[in-house]
Nanobody, 124 residues
């Protein structure tokens, strides 16, 4: 069992930055690929970024490439999402998720564990 807790959300003006963190319980964090997803009001949850279990491979959605960076610290059981040049359309609840092994994936169905989410609001 892996428990995930996100933090770092908040209210920011367009063009600003936020850094989200997701801390996992358990000693097997380093065996999980990690992903960030988001869900805006009235919309389906969508993929944002993912990172492999050793951190050597990352992938981001086209909508955030060049603005968001995913990273991880296995010694701290934490995955991060650095969000720069934020836009009002980035407003959403952001979730982190864990998928055991294999290649990183954008499919929500591949992720076994989910955090409770953290709200990000970008004002114009």
């Amino acid at each position: 069992q892996v428990q995930l807790v996100e933090s770092g959300g908040g209210l920011v003006q367009a063009g600003g930055s936020l850094r989200l963190s997701c801390t996992a319980s358990g000693r097997t964090f380093s065996t999980y690929n990690m992903g960030w997803f988001r869900q805006a009001p009235g919309k389906e949850r969508e993929f944002v970024a993912a990172i492999s279990w050793l951190g050597g491979t990352t992938y981001g959605a086209d909508s955030v490439k060049g603005r968001f960076t995913i990273s991880r610290s296995n010694s701290k059981n934490t995955v991060y999402l650095q969000m720069d040049s934020l836009k009002p359309e980035d407003t959403a609840v952001y979730f982190c998720a864990a998928a055991l092994g294999g290649v990183i994936t954008t499919s929500q169905n591949s992720y076994e564990y989910w955090g409770q989410g953290t709200q990000v609001t970008v004002s114009s």
